[in-house]
């Protein structure tokens, strides 16, 4: 059960397969740079709760926009190794990586694999993600995260120009990828 005040919902994207993100200001920091700092992601279960901020210097906890690109890339990336055509997609977000320069050459996530699928872990946060990449088992999908990253990128005035546009590119991917597959 998923337990939010409607008034704190600032904003609310879906996937093409329905599943949503809802972002939140819940006890948001103050002079935090967003409207918003954390998201609920559908997981089919249930939602998983994580707490996002575009750099480790604006608030204490949370996913930053560089780690957030990280497990996009690296999922992205095993999605390909399981023949599911995400090619374009991993190459804009990679090319949105490179948009932050040599600070996001720096790995602070690692990943376990667990009976259900993959676990992004960054600093005792984590992210399940399911088994399957068309979402049809329990956990969190690529395109929720890209969504995730599509509004801290529209979002965020401090974000650079070029991983904004690529964010997006790679969202408009998954969603000609979803359409693909759905028919």
Known sequence: MIDLNPADIVAEARDVTGRFVLFFRTDIPPNFPLAWWAVCLDTTGDGHTALVRPTPLDAGDGWTAVE?????????????????????????????????????????????????????????????FCSDPYGKTE????????????????????????ARSAVRAAAGCCVLRRRGANR
Not at 139 to 162: E, K, M, S, Y
């Open 68 to 128: 957030l690109l990280q497990v996009a890339v690296a999922r992205a990336q095993a999605e390909v190794g399981m023949r599911v055509r995400h090619e374009a997609c991993a190459l804009y977000l990679r090319a949105a990586l490179r948009g932050y320069g040599p600070a996001a050459r720096k790995h602070n996530v690692t990943f376990t694999t667990v009976p259900t699928g993959v676990t992004a872990v960054a600093r005792g946060q984590e992210l399940p």
């Open 139 to 162: 956990g969190l999908t690529l395109d929720q995260i890209v969504l995730v990253l599509d509004r801290l990128h529209h979002d965020w005035v401090g974000a650079p120009g070029n």
